[in-house]
């Protein structure tokens, strides 16, 4: 029997944290829970959980900064939970990193039906090569250190491949140039942002143009974005 699934329920209310607890663990889950945001973030680096249940109001830390502090350093899957239904959150949830989002309350169902999706999403970009990244025809292999655009590899130096990278790893959401910057060059880095222009023209020369494809866009006054 495969290991069973270990999921990490950030929740406050100890109602809601104990509910959801009985549930999973009938459902064959292992899980553990935290009520503190701060310590959440801690153990959720440091401990092996599977998937995270993060509620939004928690003391300490918020689920929006745990989330997108988590994204800078691990993958893991998140879904978070929250008392208010507002689109405004689920946009700003997902823009920090989280997987799906569900609105409280509802029915364990959805529950469920929503992590065997996320977890079943996640098992398909996880190749027996190893972790896979990908936009359209352009893939990445990070345990390879390989990029192939339509099946080509393309030979990128290392801050090109960790410029894609970081790009890859946020698909979808505008990185602005402090952001990258920060991320690909060190806190460091003492140049100002153009060399952040001008190594996104050495990536689009080498994976957009030979290829007739638009990966990187450019979002006016605030930075690039790679999408589908
Ligand atoms: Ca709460």
């Known amino acids: 029997m495969a290991e069973p699934l270990r999921i990490f329920i950030v929740e406050d209310e100890r109602r809601i944290a104990r509910f959801l607890q009985i549930e999973l663990e009938h459902e064959g889950y292992k899980t553990a829970v935290e009520s503190n945001g701060t310590r959440a973030f801690e153990r959720i680096i440091q401990e092996k959980y599977d998937l995270v249940l993060l509620d939004l109001m928690l003391p300490g830390m918020d689920g929006m900064t745990i989330c997108r502090k988590v994204r800078e ?6 879904i978070m939970l929250t008392a208010k239904d507002d689109v405004e959150d689920k946009v700003n949830g997902l823009d920090n990193g989280a997987d799906d989002y569900l609105t409280k309350p509802f029915a364990i169902q959805e529950l469920l039906a929503r992590i065997r999706n996320v ?15 990908q936009v359209r025809d352009l893939v990445m292999y990070p345990s390879r ?9 393309v030979q990128l130096t290392k801050k090109e491949y960790s410029l894609l990278e970081y790009l890859l790893r946020n698909k ?9 910057l920060q991320e690909v060059w060190g806190y460091d880095y003492a140049g100002d942002t153009n060399v952040v222009d001008v190594y996104i023209r050495y990536l689009r020369a080498k994976i957009d ?7 990187i866009y450019t979002v006016r ?4 974005a790679i999408k589908d």
Do not use: C, H, N
């Not at 977890?119 to 990244?133: F, I, S």
């Not at 979808?172 to 990258?180: E, P, S």
């Not at 143009?209 to 990966?215: H, I, L, S, T, V």
């Not at 006054?221 to 690039?224: L, Q, S």
């Open 73 to 78: 350093v691990s993958q893991i899957p998140i």
């Open 119 to 133: 977890m079943r999403r996640r098992a398909e970009t996880d190749t027996p090569e190893g972790e896979k990244l």
């Open 145 to 153: 250190y390989e990029v192939q655009v339509k099946g080509q590899e």
């Open 172 to 180: 979808r959401t505008v990185l602005t140039r402090d952001q990258i």
């Open 209 to 215: 143009d030979p290829f007739q494809e638009k990966f």
């Open 221 to 224: 006054g605030v930075g690039y």
